[in-house]
C-alpha cells in the first residue's frame, strides 16, 4: 500500500464499519468489537485489537488509520478542577478542549469548528483565521483524547457540553453523528440527558434538533433582552430575532420536555441594568426555561469588562424575583483562560 494515503476509521459508527469494511466478509458482532477498541478502549493500533483475527488485523493496518488529535498545549488550573487542551489535526488546524472536573462528573466542552463566523462582538473565537467544519472524526478525536487522559486517573467523559469554538448548527450532521456515536454504548456510552448543545440562534438547527426525538439539552446564547442590542452584540439577531428565537426555545422545550437553558453574559453597564433584567423575565415567562449567568470574561481584544459583584447579584435576584430560574455560573479555569478561543488566540498570534 506504499504511497497511498490511508483512510481515516474515526467517526464511523458499526454500520459505517460494516459498509465501509465489507471486503473482509467482516459481520456485526466483528464491527462491533472494532468499535469497541476504539471508542470504548481508546485503543490506537489495529494490533491491540487482540479479539480480532489476525489476518484481519493486518488488512486493517494496511488500508487504515485512527488519526488521533495531536496536543500542542496541555494548561491546568491552579485548583486542578479545569485542564485546557489544545488540540492539532492532521492539516495544522488547532482547537480547544476543555475538562472539567464536576461534582457530578467529568464534562467536556468540544469544538465543533476552527475558528467560528458567527462575528460576536465579545468572543474571541471569531477574531482569528480561517473557519472550517470539523469533521465527526475530529470532534470525536477529542473526546478520545481526553479519555485518553482520564484514564490515568482511572476517570473518564461523563457529560458532553457542544460549546466550544464555532457554530453546532451549522455543522449539523457531523455534530449530531458525534453526539450518537458518544451515546452508542460500544462508544462513550454517554446518556443523551448529559449532553448539551449550544447555538448562537440559529433558528431551523432548533427545529431540527427537537425533531430528533432524543433528550439532549438546548442552550441558548442570548446575551440581550432586546432586538437592538442583541443585534450589535449578535449579529445573527438580525437573521434570526428574538421573538422567533425564544419561539423556537419553547417549542424545544415543549417537544423535548427538557429545560431550555439560556445563557446570558454579563457585561458591565451594557446588558446588566435592572431594565434588562425585568426584559429578559418578561421575555421568558411561562417558559421551561433557566437562565445561566455568566460573568464576562473580557477578551483584550475587546473593550467589554465584567460587572462588580453586587451588580452581578442584584441581576440575579432581579430574575430570582420574577420566578425565573436562575444560576450565575461557577468561574472555573480563568487563571488559563478558559475562555473560548483565548488560548487558540495566543497560539495563532505566536506562529
Ligand atoms: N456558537 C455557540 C457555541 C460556542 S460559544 C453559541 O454561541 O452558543 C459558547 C458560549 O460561550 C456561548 O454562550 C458564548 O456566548 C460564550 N462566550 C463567548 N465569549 C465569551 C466571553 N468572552 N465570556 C464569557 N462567555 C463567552
Redesign the pocket.
Known amino acids: 500500500m506504499e504511497g497511498l494515503k490511508k483512510k481515516n476509521l474515526l467517526g464511523m459508527d458499526v454500520d459505517e464499519f460494516l459498509s465501509e469494511l465489507q471486503p473482509y466478509g467482516i459481520k456485526k458482532f466483528r464491527a462491533r468489537q472494532i468499535a469497541e477498541w476504539i471508542y470504548q478502549k481508546g485503543v490506537h493500533d489495529f494490533s491491540d485489537m487482540t479479539n480480532l483475527p489476525k489476518a484481519l488485523r493486518g488488512e486493517l493496518d494496511d488500508r487504515y488509520v485512527l488519526t488521533p488529535v495531536t496536543e500542542a498545549k496541555k494548561l491546568e488550573s491552579s485548583d486542578g478542577h479545569t485542564t485546557k487542551f489544545l488540540f492539532c489535526f492532521e492539516d495544522g488546524t488547532s482547537v480547544e478542549t476543555v475538562l472539567m472536573r464536576q461534582p457530578y462528573g467529568n464534562s467536556i466542552c468540544v469544538s465543533t469548528q476552527a475558528g ?1 463566523n ?1 462575528g ?1 462582538a ?4 471569531t477574531l482569528h483565521g480561517s473557519t472550517r467544519d470539523l469533521s465527526t472524526g475530529e470532534i470525536i478525536a477529542q473526546a478520545l483524547a481526553v479519555n485518553d487522559y482520564l484514564r490515568a486517573e482511572g476517570g473518564r467523559v461523563d457529560h458532553i457540553v ?7 448548527m451549522l455543522n449539523y450532521d457531523n455534530v449530531i453523528h458525534f453526539l450518537h456515536i458518544a451515546h452508542e454504548e460500544y462508544a462513550l456510552g454517554i446518556s443523551y440527558r448529559n449532553m448539551t448543545v ?3 440562534g440559529i433558528i431551523p438547527g432548533i427545529h431540527r434538533l427537537a425533531e430528533e426525538n432524543i433528550p439532549i439539552t438546548l ?3 442570548l ?1 440581550a433582552p432586546e432586538d437592538e442590542l442583541r443585534s450589535e452584540l449578535m449579529p445573527v439577531n438580525r437573521k434570526y430575532p428574538l421573538p422567533e428565537l425564544i419561539r423556537a426555545g419553547k417549542a424545544y422545550g415543549d417537544k423535548t420536555k427538557r429545560r431550555v437553558t439560556y ?1 446570558y ?1 454579563l457585561i458591565d453597564e451594557v446588558n446588566d441594568t435592572p431594565r434588562h433584567a425585568a426584559e429578559l423575565a418578561e421575555l421568558l415567562r411561562g417558559q421551561l426555561a433557566s437562565v445561566n449567568l ?1 460573568p ?4 483584550t481584544e475587546r473593550d467589554f469588562r465584567r460587572p462588580s459583584t453586587d451588580r452581578i447579584e442584584a441581576f440575579r435576584r432581579a430574575l430570582e424575583d420574577s420566578h425565573i430560574s436562575v444560576t450565575v455560573r461557577k468561574e472555573m479555569g480563568a487563571d488559563i483562560n478558559a ?3 483565548q488560548l487558540r488566540n495566543r497560539y495563532l498570534e505566536r506562529a
Not at 122 to 125: K, L, M, R, T
Not at 296 to 299: D, E, G, L, S, T
Open positions: 467560528c458567527m460576536c465579545f468572543c474571541a473565537s457542544v460549546m466550544g469554538s464555532g457554530e453546532p449550544s447555538t448562537s442552550s441558548i446564547s446575551h445563557e453574559i455568566i464576562i470574561n473580557p477578551v475562555a473560548c478561543g
